[in-house]
Each structure stands twice: as C-alpha cells, then as structure tokens.
C-alpha cells in the first residue's frame, strides 16, 4: 500500500505563472487536506477535501488558489499567477472515513522566481 | 479557535540526554493530540497520538501523556540518539467534519550532537 504521493516534488515557476500540485491519496482514503509551510513556520490548514467536494476551505487564500478532488484522479490544488509569496512547501494528507490520524505526502516544493 | 504552542528551539542536547519538548493547546469540545516528526527534506511522519484524556501516546521511545487539566501534551524521550535530530511538530485535530484537519504549532528544530 503505498504512502500518500505528491508530484512532483520541486517546482519552479516565474511570477506570474500557474502552480499545479498533484497528490494521491492512501489507497482506501476518501478525505484529502492541503497544508502550507512557510520558511521556519509551521504547517498552516488551507482546504479539506473529499470526492468532488470541498469540505472547508477556510485556510484558502481568497483569490488564485483552488483545489479540487474529482472522482476519478488526484487532488490537484491549484495557484494561478504566482507570486513570490507564494514559495513554500505544500504538503498533501490523507485520512480514511473514520478519523484516524493523518498520514502526510512528502511535500512539493514549490519556488517562484 | 484552536491553536497549539509549542517551545520554540532549536534545542540542542548531547546524546543519551533526556528530551522534553512541551506542548500546550487550546481547542473546543475534546480534540485528539498529535507529534509529527519531519526529518530533513521529508513530509511529516506521525510519532504518536492520544485521543483522550490521560491516554498516553509512546513509540520509538518518545511518549507524550494527554492532560487535559493542564492542556498539554508534552513529549519526552528518556534518551536520544543523533537519528532523532529532526522538526517535532505538536498538532490537534480540529474536528473539520468529525475528520482529521489538523492544527499544528510551529515545530521545535531538535539537534543532538554526538
């Protein structure tokens, strides 16, 4: 059983570019949440997800972040037009139906230059 | 809203020493307490968890104990090894529709020094 997989694990964009962040979850695992982290902070909530539904987002910046989790594919969470700000590492969790404890994605780095 | 604080480091300790990192919490309801580690490069990896109060969480030598009079959870290692240098992150469940949306505090950077 594989782990939860986040592709890819670096990614460079130029401002204004757009950032597309994949993750796969668990296999079994129906619930996806999105996190972001800072330089020398900690994680920080952006959205929670299951299929084709967002549960809450209300860790989501306002304006060019989504996320999505369709039926069939990865959760693809999205950030149009870049900004420098933006450079973080995203990491991507799983969870089964019943709460048991979160299990983490290696993360995507993502740089914005 | 819930939030979790945590002993800012780094923390640096010479092997076999004893590590405490505390961790205190402030959250509605019942929350279930988390240690996440993430070594370098690396997502985070679940270290432990309690789901109630006096539960004690332990693995690979770490334990933390849920005490809810005093809201901490406070990790403690009897003595580490230079393999558990690393981020240790404390976290709670936030209860986003009865699943695991998590809180975290902002990590505690552990380095032990041979």
């Known amino acids: 059983n594989a782990g939860v997989m986040q592709n890819p694990r670096h990614l460079v964009r130029r401002r204004g570019q757009e950032a597309r962040l994949r993750c796969s979850p668990m296999k079994g695992h129906s619930h996806v949440y999105w996190y972001r982290q800072l330089p020398e902070e900690g994680l920080k909530f952006m959205v929670y997800?299951?299929?084709?539904?967002?549960?809450?987002e209300s860790g989501m910046p306002k304006e060019r972040f989504s996320a999505e989790f369709p039926k069939e594919g990865p959760s693809i969470l999205r950030i149009q037009q870049v900004v420098r700000g933006d450079s973080a590492a995203y990491f991507c969790a799983s969870s089964p139906p019943r709460p048991a404890g979160a299990f983490f994605g290696q993360g995507t780095r993502l740089t914005v230059v | 809203g819930d939030s979790v604080t945590q002993m800012e480091g780094p923390v640096t300790l010479s092997e076999e020493a004893f590590l405490t990192i505390n961790c205190t919490y402030t959250?509605?309801?019942?929350?279930?307490l988390f240690w996440y580690v993430q070594y370098p490069g690396e997502g985070l990896q679940l270290l432990l968890k309690a789901t109630k109060a006096d539960d004690k969480g332990s693995n690979k030598g770490f334990e933390a104990t849920y005490r809810k009079e005093t809201t901490s959870f406070h990790l403690e290692k009897g003595s580490v090894q230079v393999s558990d240098s690393a981020v240790y992150f404390c976290?709670?469940?936030?209860?986003?529709?009865?699943?695991?949306?998590?809180?975290f505090g902002k990590g505690t950077h552990l380095i032990i020094q041979p």
């Open positions: 997800l299951q299929k084709e539904n967002i549960i809450d």
């Open positions: 976290a709670l469940s936030a209860a986003r529709g009865g699943a695991d949306g998590l809180t």
């Open positions: 959250a509605t309801g019942y929350p279930s």
